[in-house]
């Protein structure tokens, strides 16, 4: 174990004295706050909007609507085919596309003045029918017209249909939001014609690209400031209109805007997990050899723009099956576009593949596992390469031990616990590993800190906390002597923080960027008197001093090499990109969530007595933040699985629970005993640290794990989520 | 929010007269739910008259009965050793309410007050009978998990959401208010009403009258006790179902029974049926499954809430059995 | 698209009805004797506007983490908006400003409470602890350095509210078990999953029995 395996946060000591600083929490001068209205219907166009009593309340000073704004410049240049920002060009005309699209932004000198005046601007529409229901709209699907989009074949089309065991089933996922704690919020300023933006951002790139773009001014211009970030869980990785509106409001006033969303906002304008109906196609022989798996989804995206995800991805390299077919359709419907949520589509999939693979397994009359085992792929079929590492087998028998899966009986309803009835059930997760091209400069101080600058953000994982561990192990140094500088523009480029890539890229750029520091350090003390006639080779650094290896008292500080050079400090700036060999292996984190849960069948209160989150994550960096990581990825599956659900008045297309009182989510009191396990065993080709990723399959496989464990204490099957009492009372027998 | 006036009142008849003084003014306690509803826009007083000054606080034990000042908050009443000795029934209740953040600031007055938590109801842009008389009921062929089953009309299937009212329900609490015309008291199950064609009133209260305490008479029901409640998460959630039972045990024979419902009804839903029912007789699970049966008698579903006929019925099983085995 | 700039739309004084209504109501108009011409004037220059903005707040005297404060404040200021806007203590948090997720807990007078339901006004003389009124410079509250050891928290945003929940929590008596910690914790969301850990933290420092 090395000496920074399991440190503390490094941001700890701002979070617990409330001294970290998010977006609307910077001092602004002059700052003036705004809200943005919402539009009452789902479609059609404002007929008009009344804004003079808004306009004339106290302390207002603007109302900008799509009458009176002026149009950023960039709304009339195509956009680039992958915008970073949305569709959705705010005031752009008098149309409504979904339900609460902002029809107004609203200016004032305080807080309070703003959501009054607020309230009193009304509009009239001229109404459309509206879809927003997928089950309904299911004649508008269609395939999305990219190579991702197309369907997948490998062996025969739909082989499971001739398996001498057959299982066709089908799943939903409702619509489920982010909802991080922190509100999406911002604070808009201009410097003359640059932007400067205080957001919610995962990718200060990104949010740079964006804000350029839709007001046509270069990239170097916007200036974007995204140090602490209270969560976002996929709903950060697009600038928002909100986002441009407060830049339009700041600059028609010139001053400092600050808008935050309400809550009731977050539901509705930035992006959700989408609403998925699942099909599956499952065949076996009847020793339990899957044969052939189909996989099919149809998911909603907005009316403007496509969106898609991996949901059925995992189908195609998860098992050893020679005949594998996957479609992905979208149906647009009139909401705010989706937005990829904590284990994107392979969330969504894992849940109808892991419930279905339960199913088979049944059917068969196996164990889960031992069917699973059965089907182990021992390489990667759809690449058709070699894993680079997988001890998802590891993870399996871990998870066994620590549940206590002998106990479980394959019979649902035979175990008891009093009068809770008991189930035992397990989901297997997987999420690739990626790595992009990050930028990070490796500095020297002249009292021996090391200053490391990217900038990416951290949103929670503890991003700043892993930086800071590879460059004290890289160096040498204790992690105190490390300083982090990130989340800001200007820095070198950091990567968007999500897909699990972050600590690979990032992580991968600390590294090499200290090693080259390191050389570059001794190759200048080789020049110096002190150490004249040294090989490099023999020459080592620590503790801040230069010395010979052969020889200790041939030595130089690494102070009075930077004084006797005239330096300050000694820094390098290195571009870190994955090696070429990684081509060569299909590279995935692995993660096998377990559960037991006890159930009251007349109540339907399902209880989750027991949850171990197993994961082969490459090399572990932190146990301390990838523990922490690994429970909230398990809290977020049991949210996806017991009670997160949007639910629409169809009537009128909105959201009826936009709210955290009526939208559901793990409370602490939902979790009673949760215990993690990593493999930790370093993946040889993934990155120089052999980590592979654990943000999203920290999520993913949770959800069909305790759709599993359910119905192996109730015998009820749930292939709807979430799993509400409703669900479990109606057909158990009272 | 809009803006308003806020005066503190120093004696309860002065807050009486205070706001007598103007249609739109309001007492405000604890405020957790009034501000919520004030931030939403769904009430917008022009003046609060802040009653928090007024001796109200005080939990009396007199000679037959308790007395509890309005202004108790409901995390100490809940944490109040003697009653939770002589009315567990009330402690439970009030402990799987809301969160302790919100039982320190909610008042038992307040309590009795807050208004429902549908969603048609808190949405301005949603027709509300409640809110706004003749715009329709939302909840009716909409989104209905949470509303009632028993004793809704047409214009309205609201639940009231409160814990700790179901508790006083079953305990044959009275409500002490006084107005301009004085004081008065009202039975606690006559307190709240149903919404038949005028849903705008939750209770029968006077807009001009203050709640200054609640009283609840001396009883027997100190040991088998429970307070079931079904929710959609472990903790600080609002009830799908909930039920108070107290049962007054002698070798296994029921001598006396309470029992009240929560979440079904726009009122705490007492089963006086039932509790006479049960009066008289063994402890069984068949006793408890009739009388389960026989509570649920009239009750309705809409749609989303049909869970809640079945849910209802094995609530009250659950409850008279934990109850009794106490 | 011919822009119509509402705001060219030269509204007058007497059009607007929220000034002259609130100056009508306060009875300003009578007790100052103002003469209709000399109201008009004062629309004009913004005078009603000064006014009213005085008469609609309140004064507030409050201690804030041992420090007295005396304000004016509208009535309809939360006490959570007064702590992040306006006295720029920012580590309390707005998560759904409806009392739905704890992230503005905040103690009043050594009790827990949400802030985003609680009017500044009615808090006079209150004596209010933030997260920033637990440490002393770099010395942490024994809650605090918990919460960092058992790593109680990722992104930070709800920690400050679980924090000050967390030592009133052990404070009434509440934390006796790992049962009762996490019901009577429940009043505070952590998106981010932390649960398990924020009850290891509580339960340490119950453990630890120092004086909290």
Known sequence: MSKTSNINRVD???????????????????????????????????????????????????????????????????????????????????????????????????????????????????????????????????????????????????????????????????????????????????????????????????????????????????????????GAFGMGLHTWPYEIAALIGSKKLNRPVKLVLHREQMFTNVGFRPYTIQKMGLGATKEGKLTGLTHEAVA?????????????????????????????????????TPIWMRGPGEATGSFALESAMDEMAYKLNLDPIEFRKRNYAEKDLEQNKPWSSKFLLECYEAGMERIGWKNRKNEPGLLKEGNWLVGYGMGTGTFGCYRSPTSVKA????????????????????????????????????????????????????????????????????????????????????????LKGIPITDLTFENGVIFSKKDKSKSITFASLLSSNKLEDFEVENLSKAAEEAKKYSIYSFSVHFVKVLVNPNLGKIRLAHVVSCADIGTVINQKTSAGQMFGGAVGGIGMGLMEALEIDHRFGRPINNNFADYHVPVNADIEKQEVFFVNKKDPISNPMGTKGLGETALVGMAPAIANAVFNATGKRVRDLPITLDKIIETVKV | MKNFQIIKALSASSAVTGKAKDNSSMFIAGGTNLVDLMKKNVVAPDKLVDINGLDLKKIEFLKGKVSIGALAKNSQVAEDSSIKEKHPLLALALAAGASQQIRHMATVGGNMLQRTRCSYFYNTDMPCNKRVPKSGCGAIGGSNRMSAIFGASDSCIAVHPSDMCVALAALDATVLVEGPKGKRQINFTDFHRLPGNTPEKDNTLDSRELITSVEIPDHNFTKNVHYLKVRDRTSYAFALVSVAVALDLKNNVIENARLAMGGVAHKPWRLTETEEFLKGKTVSEELFRQAANLSMKGARGYGENDFKLTLGANAITEALTIAASK | MASKKTNQNKVTPEDSNSRRDFIKKSGLFTALAFTPPTLVMASDKKWDEKIAEYLETVSLSIEVNGQKHNLNIEPRTTLLDLLREQLHLTGTKKGCDHGQCGACTVHVNGTRILSCLTLASMQQNAQVTTIEGLSNGKKLHPMQEAFIKHDGFQCGYCTPGQIMSGIACIKEGHANSREEISEYMSGNICRCGAYHNIVDAITEVKEGGKEL
Request: glycine share 8%; with cysteine.
């Open chain 1, 300 to 336: 909603m995206t907005s009316s403007y723009e496509d969106f898609m995800e991996g949901t059925v991805n995992m189908s195609r390299f998860i098992y050893n099956c020679s005949n594998v077919s996957t479609r992905y359709r979208i149906v647009p419907l009139d909401t705010c």
């Open chain 1, 443 to 530: 500095k020297f101080l002249a009292n021996g800190d090391l200053v490391l600058q990217c900038s990416v953000n951290d949103m929670g994982p503890g991003t700043a906390t892993m930086m800071t561990a590879i460059g004290a192990e890289v160096i040498g140094l204790p992690s105190e002597n490390v300083i982090i500088e990130m989340g800001k523009s200007g820095l070198p480029k950091g990567p968007t923080q999500g897909g699990s890539a972050t600590t690979s890229s990032v992580g991968s750029a600390v590294h090499d960027s200290c090693n080259l520091l390191l050389s570059k350090v001794i190759e200048l003390a080789s020049k110096n008197v002190a």
């Open chain 1, 12 to 230: 700890g000591f701002a979070k617990v004295t409330g001294s970290a600083t998010y977006s609307a929490e910077y001092k602004a001068d002059g700052v003036v706050y705004a809200c943005l209205v919402g539009s009452t219907i789902a479609k059609g166009r404002i007929k008009s909007i009344d804004t003079k009593k808004a306009e004339w309340a106290p302390g207002v000073l603007a109302v900008i609507t799509h009458l009176n704004v002026d149009k950023p410049s960039g709304y009339q240049k195509p956009k680039d085919k992958r915008n970073f920002g949305q569709s959705l060009q705010i005031f752009k005309d008098d149309s409504v596309l979904y339900y609460d699209q902002p029809i107004a932004l609203v200016i004032a000198d305080t807080f309070e003045r703003m959501q009054y005046a607020a309230s009193l601007i009304k509009a009239d529409y001229l109404k459309e029918e509206h879809s927003t229901e997928l089950h309904k709209a299911a004649d508008k699907e269609r395939k999305i017209d990219t190579d991702k989009g197309n369907d997948y074949h490998r062996g025969e089309h739909d082989g499971y249909k001739n398996a001498e065991v057959i299982l066709e089933t089908e799943y939903t996922i409702p619509t489920e939001v982010h909802n991080p704690m922190e509100l999406a919020n911002i604070i808009a300023k201009w410097d003359g014609n640059k932007p400067i933006l205080y957001t919610k951002s995962q990718g200060v790139e990104g949010t740079r690209k964006s804000v350029a773009g839709v007001f046509d001014v270069p990239v170097e211009n916007v200036e974007v400031h995204s140090e602490y970030i209270g």
